[in-house]
C-alpha cells in the first residue's frame, strides 16, 4: 500500500511564525536548508517522518497536529457545503480540494465561522451549560496539567504510609481535615450516594458503592479541600457567565483530581504501555471500574510523556450522548449525534459485560478502532428502575498496533463503513438510511427502487 504524501506547509509556517523565527533560522534549528523549508512550506515538497522527529524534538510540537486536516477534511467541509444557503454556488469536488491546497487557513476560517453561527442559539433562548462546560474542557484538551502534577504527589505521599489508597485517603481527612468517613445503609441514605455533613464532621457514603465507587467518592472530597487552589484558578479561567456551568466544570475538575489521584500519571501511562492499553487489567490494577479507567484514557496528554489520544463517549440505548470526551484525538465520532446504526458499539447492550471491538471507516476516509463496554450506574437495586450506558472508546487505526484489543485484528484491512448519523452522512446506497443527508434533494423514482430506500441528489 503507498503511503499517502503529508503536505503541511501552511501548518509549518504557522508554528515558525509562532516561535519568531526567520526560515533560515528555522531551517538550522532543523538541520536542513532553506531552500528545502521554503518548498515545504509552500507545499511542493512533504514532510518527511525525520523531520517530524526533529519538529517534535526541537519544538515540543505535536505530529498528530500535521495530520489535522482543515475544517475536518473535505468530506467535513462538504457537508458544511451542503446547506442550501450555498446550493447556488455549485462547489464541486475539485472546486474544494483546490481551495483546501491553496488555501487551507482560509478554510479552516470558512468552517469554524459556520460551525459557529449554525450552532449559536438564539438571543432569547438560555445558554446551555453542559456544552459550554465541554468547549472548556476540549480547549485543554481534556489534560489539566496542574490538577495532574499535583494529584501525582499526593499519591506518592499518600503511598509511603499505606498500599491500600482508599484507607490512606480516609486517614487524611481523619487526620488532616477533621473528617471522618461512615458507610450509611440504603435505608439511611435511599436517594443519595454521597453526603457531606459538616455539622457531624463526616463525609457519608452509601452502602450501595462498590469498592473503586467508594475510593473516588473519598478521593473526590479531598480534591474539593486540597486542590482548591488549583480548581479555582481553572474556574476563574474558564470566565463562565452562569452559576451551572461554573458548577459543572467544578465538579468536573475535581473529579478530574480524584481519577488522578487513583491513577498517577507516570505509573498509569507505565502501564498502559506495558499491557497494549489492557483496560481490564488497568481496572485490577488500579482498583478503578472501566468508566473510570476509559476517562483517564483520554487525558493522557503530558508534554513530553503523552498517551494514545483516545475519544470516549457515553451513550444509551436510544444512541443519546451523556458524556463526549475528545481529548486529543480531533475524532468525528467524539461529535456523533444519534449515532449509526451500522456501529458495532450500539450492539453492546446485547452482550452485556463483554468488550465489542470494531474497525471502522469513515467517509472522509478516517479508520478508527473502537470499544464498546455496557455499564451499570452505582446505586441500582434490585427491583429498582434500570439503567445501563455503553462506555465507548476509540483511537485512530494507525495508531492501534500495539493495544491488547487489537491482536489478531487487520488494521489495513476491510473496515465497516460507518456515518456520523444520517443527516450528516453523505454515503449512497446505505440499506440502513432513515432520512436523508442535509441539504440533499431527496429523489424518487417511480420506475427504479435502489439499495437505499431514500436516493438523494449527489454532487
Known amino acids: 500500500m503507498v503511503e499517502a504524501k503529508l503536505l503541511a506547509g501552511h501548518k509549518l509556517r504557522r508554528l515558525r511564525r509562532r516561535a519568531g523565527l526567520t526560515q533560515a533560522a528555522m531551517a538550522e534549528a532543523l538541520e536542513i536548508s532553506p531552500s528545502y523549508l521554503n518548498l515545504i512550506e509552500r507545499n511542493q515538497r512533504p514532510v518527511s517522518a525525520a523531520l517530524i522527529v526533529a519538529l517534535a524534538e526541537k519544538f515540543d510540537f505535536d505530529p498528530r497536529a500535521l495530520a489535522a486536516e482543515p475544517g475536518g477534511g473535505e468530506a467535513a467541509l462538504r457537508r458544511r457545503l451542503a446547506d442550501p444557503l450555498f446550493a447556488d454556488l455549485e462547489i ?19 468552517a469554524r465561522a459556520y460551525d459557529r453561527l449554525a450552532g449559536a442559539a438564539p438571543a432569547a433562548a438560555p445558554a446551555d451549560p453542559i456544552a459550554r462546560v465541554r ?5 485543554w484538551r481534556g489534560h489539566f496539567a496542574d490538577l495532574d502534577a499535583a494529584a501525582e504527589a499526593l499519591a506518592d505521599e499518600l503511598r509511603l504510609g499505606a498500599a491500600d489508597l482508599y484507607g490512606a485517603v480516609a486517614e487524611r481527612l481523619r487526620v488532616k481535615h477533621q473528617l471522618s468517613l461512615r458507610i450509611l445503609p440504603v435505608e439511611v441514605m435511599p436517594e443519595a450516594l454521597r ?15 462498590d469498592p473503586a465507587s467508594r475510593a473516588f467518592a473519598a478521593a473526590y472530597q479531598l480534591a474539593l479541600i486540597e486542590a482548591r487552589g488549583e480548581i479555582d484558578a481553572l474556574a476563574r479561567g474558564a470566565g463562565f457567565s ?12 475535581a473529579s478530574y483530581f480524584a481519577a488522578a489521584l487513583m491513577m498517577p500519571y507516570a505509573r498509569f501511562l507505565r502501564a498502559c504501555e506495558a499491557t497494549g492499553y489492557d483496560i481490564e487489567l488497568l481496572q485490577r490494577r488500579f482498583g478503578a471500574g472501566f468508566e473510570q479507567v476509559a476517562h483517564r484514557l483520554t487525558t493522557l496528554q503530558r508534554v513530553g510523556a503523552r498517551g494514545l489520544p483516545f475519544f470516549m463517549l457515553r451513550l444509551d440505548r436510544a444512541g443519546q450522548v451523556s458524556k463526549r470526551f475528545a481529548g486529543a484525538s480531533a475524532a468525528p465520532l467524539a461529535e456523533i449525534d444519534g449515532g449509526c446504526p451500522l456501529w458495532a458499539v450500539h450492539g453492546a447492550f446485547e452482550k452485556r459485560g463483554a468488550l465489542v471491538v470494531q474497525l471502522v471507516a469513515l467517509e472522509e476516509g478516517g479508520r478508527w478502532l473502537t470499544m464498546a463496554r455496557t455499564v451499570t450506574p452505582q446505586g441500582r437495586r434490585y427491583g429498582g428502575q434500570p439503567a445501563e450506558f455503553a462506555v ?24 465497516a463503513p460507518i456515518g456520523l448519523g444520517c443527516r450528516r452522512c453523505l454515503r449512497a446506497a446505505c ?29
Do not use: K, N
Not at 441539504?439 to 441528489?457: I, K, N, T, W, Y
Open 195 to 209: 453526603r457531606l455533613d459538616l455539622h457531624a464532621r463526616q463525609l457519608q457514603l452509601s452502602e450501595l458503592l
Open 92 to 110: 464541486d469536488r475539485a472546486d474544494l480540494a483546490e481551495w483546501l491546497a491553496a488555501a487551507p487557513a482560509g478554510a479552516e476560517a470558512f
Open 135 to 139: 468547549t472548556e474542557i476540549e480547549r
Open 242 to 253: 452562569d452559576r451551572a456551568a461554573e458548577r459543572l466544570y467544578r465538579r468536573h475538575l
Open 392 to 415: 465507548v472508546l476509540g483511537v485512530a487505526a494507525e495508531l492501534a498496533a500495539g493495544l491488547a484489543v487489537a491482536r489478531g485484528i487487520d488494521l489495513r484491512g476491510e473496515a
Open 431 to 459: 440499506p440502513q438510511r432513515s432520512l436523508p443527508p442535509m441539504g440533499r434533494a431527496l429523489l424518487v423514482r417511480e420506475q427504479e427502487r435502489g439499495l437505499s430506500p431514500l436516493d438523494f441528489a449527489g454532487d
